[in-house]
């Protein structure tokens, strides 16, 4: 195993830059949590003093019961092979986030994204409304509380016979007369 | 000169040229592109909803319909997440049988590519030829998994089943035959002064921005750069494995053809090294009841070099027995977005769709 | 099937004939099923045989395939591929997402039953339907066209209305935004 000198080494840059806490999650991977208000400069940091110049990808991850999202930035360092995840917080009534396709170019496509499916508000942000959808008149919906089947099964017309959640084995004994045998019923559903 | 009014240029959702079911709009001069926007969302199916929804072993059944002409690759990064999260550990034997499959699934999407790249330049005789071959690792994939395109074969902790007797065999025998036909591909493709003259100085995507735009895979390989993620962070037994990643100076379609011309002898090289060294033992790290199966709470980051470049994965697991959520991230997201509207202005409209093919661009997985 | 010349025609019976013969597919793959038609149009499978070739514009194509699900924003682009097309028209549904929504049957945003907006004629299930059942739908279609059975355009234009009204319960804008068309 690698005694993670480079992942150490980048953590404590990046902490001590920012006075932030952190932590190597396993070889490659090292992980920050960031006030959403530094987020831009610890990207910008990492991308001109650090040389961390790939964004792979950004993500948002609703946690509905404690009322957030959260953000996460994942970038990579083309020559050392490291991995860096920031992640901040943001409140889930006010979803307002900064805006960071000066930085990157493509982070426009995330955010324009991000924007529809979450509702998340990037101020400055260029590009039409509708990226993904069209006509969309309910809650963004990727948020936790939006309910795609109750949707699908009021607007969309549904084929007699099919219903939610069967047990195959269950179904299939019911039709054919036959006991579902014992050492099948530990695998059933409930 | 007279300058020439602008138009404004729709290509797609129907339209034959492009590569699925998307629309690029277009301003242009004469024949000359001006500025170029993206608009997709036609495909969008909701994967990243619906997976929430199911539990994790039924989520397979939704992954690998993110991009159809790769399947397997999205299998495998989540497989690979899911295990990171699991603490899972996988069997020797699976290990190369995942390469194997990897690498077939590469060399199928590069024969699906051969064809879509020469039929936008207007030549149809290598579709025929290389749809028709695409069949052959196609039956393999049905020999092993029982489906010709979606496989949902690669599960968290190994394969679903063992390599069929003989298998090996015929995989060996059709990689015989392809190499051979490698040869005359090179003949009517790339010795083709038609291809060469559409191909060269069309379509560059500077070197220097390359990275900073998120161009990923053999895209980024033919402006120079060295970077696969089998070699860079080296996943099930890539590292030992004995291989060349293909680079190419120019960063035009023309480079691009090329690094993807070897990259296929390289896959064949791949897979007779994984057939020889092959242990054997277990393929499966038993799971005791996939409908019940929970994963511990955390969140991963995969990656996987698919055919197009990059492909990660970022899992999020509460605990239950379902994902809570899963992010994709393949590499159309940039390449058909942001790098093309960069490298479409200043083009010839009879080049648009000749580069969509050569840039990978594959609308479901943008959308998802 | 009734497939005698004696209860047709003699027109009729030879342009049936005619038509079956030439069936122009547009090429719209409105999704993942799209794949498996360059298989099905090369070599190996050669669907030439039965006639059976691409068109690139709606004006000049026989067959609308719907290869798998619809979107709600491509089924209003769908429908209107659908109208351009001139009579005698056929669509083919093609995987079990174009019959009842397959396993898309809980997404916001896709269709369940395709033959609620537009007739289909044909359904091709599975998913991903191999290239000879795709074969298999298009002789099907074949039958039905020499059996003077394909009446696509015909039952569209008589139970418009009844179309229509499912088509608004989910397009609520016709017009198209300024980035389409």
Redesign the interface.
């Known amino acids: 195993m690698t005694d993670l000198v480079k992942e150490n080494i980048l953590l404590n840059a990046v902490t001590s830059a920012f006075k932030i806490e952190g932590k190597v999650i396993r070889d ?2 090292v992980e920050v949590h960031a006030d959403k208000n530094t987020v831009s400069s610890i990207l910008l940091f990492a991308k001109k003093q650090l040389g961390y ?5 950004m ?4 946690w509905i019961e404690q009322g957030e999202f959260e953000l ?1 930035y ?1 970038i990579y360092h ?1 020559v050392d ?1 490291l ?1 860096l ?1 920031v992640k901040t917080r943001i409140d889930r009534e006010i979803p307002v986030m900064e805006n960071i396709d000066t930085i ?3 982070a ?2 995330y955010e324009r994204e991000m924007r529809e499916m979450f509702g998340i508000e990037f101020p400055g942000l260029v590009g ?1 409304h ?6 969309w ?2 809650i963004p ?2 948020r ?1 509380e ?1 309910d ?2 109750k ?3 009021e ?5 007699p016979g ?1 219903e ?1 959640a069967k047990d195959v084995r269950e179904e299939l004994s019911k039709r054919s007369g036959t006991v579902v045998p014992d050492f099948a019923k ?2 059933s ?1 409930e | 000169m007279v300058r020439e009014k602008e138009t404004t240029l729709y290509i797609g959702p129907q339209h034959p040229g492009i590569t699925g079911n998307m629309m690029v709009k277009l301003k242009v001069q004469g024949d000359t592109v001006v500025s170029a926007a993206t608009h997709v969302g036609y495909l969008h199916r909701a994967f990243e909803k619906l997976i929430e929804r199911r539990n994790w072993i039924q989520a397979f059944t939704l992954l690998c319909r993110f991009c159809v002409p790769e399947p397997d690759p999205m299998e495998l990064t989540y497989a690979r997440a899911v295990e990171e999260l699991d603490n899972r550990e996988v069997p020797e034997r699976a290990k190369y049988i995942r390469v194997i499959v990897m690498e077939l699934a590469r060399m199928q999407s590069f024969m699906l590519w051969y064809a879509g790249q020469s039929g936008s330049a207007g030549l149809y005789l290598t579709p025929q030829w290389s749809v028709g071959d695409r069949n052959y690792i196609l039956d393999l994939f049905e020999d092993l998994t029982g489906g010709r395109i979606y496989h949902m074969y690669i599960w968290p902790g190994g394969v679903r089943r063992d390599l069929p007797e003989g298998w090996t065999d015929k995989t060996l025998r059709t990689m015989d035959y392809i190499e051979k036909r490698l040869d005359e591909y090179n003949k009517i493709l790339f010795d083709n002064t038609i291809f060469q003259k559409r191909a060269q100085g069309v379509g560059i995507v500077p070197k220097d921005k390359a990275i900073e735009w998120g161009v990923v895979g053999p895209v980024l390989r033919g402006t120079g750069i060295k970077s696969d993620v089998r070699i860079d962070e080296p996943y099930e037994v890539y590292d030992k494995i004995d291989f060349d990643v293909p680079t190419q100076e120019g960063g035009d379609i023309w480079a691009r053809a090329l690094v993807r011309k070897e990259e296929v002898r390289q896959s064949i090289r791949i897979i007779r090294q994984a057939i020889a060294d092959m242990p054997g033992g277990a393929y499966y790290n038993k799971v005791s009841n996939p409908m019940k199966w929970t994963v511990p709470a955390g969140q991963a980051w995969a990656k996987t070099e698919s055919v197009r470049g990059e492909i990660g994965f970022h899992v999020t697991s509460d605990g239950g027995n379902k994902p809570y959520r899963v992010h994709v991230k393949g590499a159309a997201y940039t390449h058909g977005v942001t790098v093309l509207e960069k490298i479409l202005p200043g083009q010839n409209i009879a080049d648009v769709s000749f580069i969509l093919n050569s840039l990978g661009v594959c609308p479901p997985e943008i959308e998802r | 099937m009734e497939n005698d010349k004696n209860s047709q025609k003699i027109v009729d019976y030879i342009g049936n004939f005619a038509r079956k013969h030439s069936l122009f597919v547009l090429a719209y793959g409105t999704g993942c099923g799209a794949i498996e038609i360059p298989a099905t149009m090369t070599s190996r499978y050669d669907a030439e045989r039965f006639g059976i070739r691409g068109a690139a514009t709606p004006r000049q194509a026989d067959v609308l395939l719907i290869t798998g699900y619809l979107s709600t924003k491509t089924l209003k682009r769908v429908i209107r591929v659908y109208e351009q097309m001139q009579e005698p028209k056929y669509v083919i549904g093609f995987g079990s997402c174009t019959v009842n929504g397959g396993m898309y049957y809980d997404s916001y945003n896709t269709i369940n039953g395709l033959d609620q907006y537009i007739p289909v004629d044909v359904y091709i299930n599975g998913c991903m339907p191999r290239p000879e059942a795709v074969i298999s739908g298009f002789v099907k279609l074949q039958e039905l066209i020499m059996a003077g059975k394909a009446n696509n355009g015909e039952k569209y234009r008589e139970n418009l209305e009844h179309y229509r009204s499912n088509q608004k319960k989910i397009i609520k804008n016709w017009k198209m935004p300024d980035y389409n068309w």
């Open positions: 490659r991977r110049i790939h964004m792979n990808h993500t948002c991850i609703d996460v994942t083309p092979k991995t995840f990157w170019d493509h426009n496509t039409e509708d990226f993904i959808l069209e006509d008149d309910q919906p990727m936790k939006f795609t089947h949707y699908a099964a607007t969309f017309y549904t084929r099919r939610d530990k695998y559903r």
